[in-house]
DNA sequence: TGACATATATCTAGATTGCACATAACATAT
DNA sequence: ATATGTTATGTGCAATCTAGATATATGTCA
């Protein structure tokens, strides 16, 4: 492309521009299950369907800039954990009003610092996901509420989350993610524990622990968890820069 | 977000939009080395400097199809090889001039059909990649003339190239990449040869050899290469359906 | 026919994994 | 105190998988 073609292509007024928007599909492990963050749509078009979080991208925004801002502005969290580029949706009928090109994000949270969010808006919910997994790429996914009824997604938002859960999946075992879900100080049997809810497997016990301090990314913090009736385990930490 | 907030956010009028465009990092292999298709740029901005080809995105086009679109655009090619959505770059100083997000593609083809192509601006070079690994996530990347020549690129485009080398190693072991990049029938020395450019190392042939047969992937033909001054080796294809 | 280069098959040591079992640490009941 | 239950943690072993080396087969060419 010459740059007289692109001083064409590009002058604002030329054509239209489509919308850029950033979606989050912010997931957590509840009792064993994955769960998600959807918020309830009031309005036209897929009213009542539940949507991921999301908001437009600046016009002077990064894009992971605007991811976070979403995130804080919706949670009331503040900045931090875990946040990955998923993937861009951008399929001209994805939304029936206008072209919108959406880049996904993924974020991870433990629970525990999720729940302590103020959750801006009461629209906004954290729902099991039901996945079709393991028997390849499906990627078939849906959303329970708590009684455990079908909820319906919104626009493209179930391909998106079922993206977002192959993802996870797929980086489990060759990076640090599965410690985004986790408090700083876990035992081995929350870190289990969190493994089998992304793969919906449960794993060997011997093995799995075998294979984590081999892999070398924790420490042993010599403390052991408290208020157990049992032998309490050792609280074990991700070493410092083990980043991703 | 309400509708009402909503339809103040969407009104192409309210604020300005950014600009989509797909960039293409077309590869092969050549002479047991990556190489990708790169763009001389004439004019300001990096001027001289090599860019990805890529276009924008219409506004009633989907990203796959513009991708495609730009690629049968630049090598007069019909439609077809491996296409893949990679990343998407939106630091809003990326590029000097305005604001523009990229939704970055990679594309495979055999050196074969690449060499057959039309090639239809004569500012498209086939330049060969010199990356850093394996040494982990460097993803430092640079380009090379055919003289060794090393090249600028524009942009943020280098950081493109690397990340597209990272996702192909990735991936190599996981999918069937790799015949995408080899014509329909090829020798198991050609398919390691390809997995040798990919990392960037040598790898153990009866290991290799016996890896790929198990995977079920491909099946021989019965058929021999012609043409040796020794034994020829026995053709394989890929099994119909093995998709992705 | 024999030299030669490469494909293909076989062999073996090492690493990894799954599973069973033994032992340790803690709370609680007796 | 002592026994008991429960779970964490460590050990041992067999089965499986992996990498590398080595041997054999199969073609071309002089």
Redesign the pocket.
Known sequence: MTEAEFLQDYDPQAFPHPSVTVDLVLMTVRDGKLAALLQQRGDHPFKDHRALPGGFVGIDEGLDEAAERVLVAKTGLPAGGWLEQLYTFGDPARDPRTRIITVAYFALLPLEVLSRAPLVRDDLELVELEVSWPGERGGAISARAGGGTHLDLAFDHAEILGTAVKRLRGKLDYSTIAFALLPERF???DLQAVHEAILGVSL????FR??MLDKGWIEGTGE?ELG???????LYRLKPNQGD
Do not use: I
């Not at 157990?228 to 050792?234: D, K, L, M, Q, V």
């Open positions: 035992t081995l049997r060997n016990k011997p093995a075998r294979r052991r157990t009736s049992y032998r309490p385990a050792e």
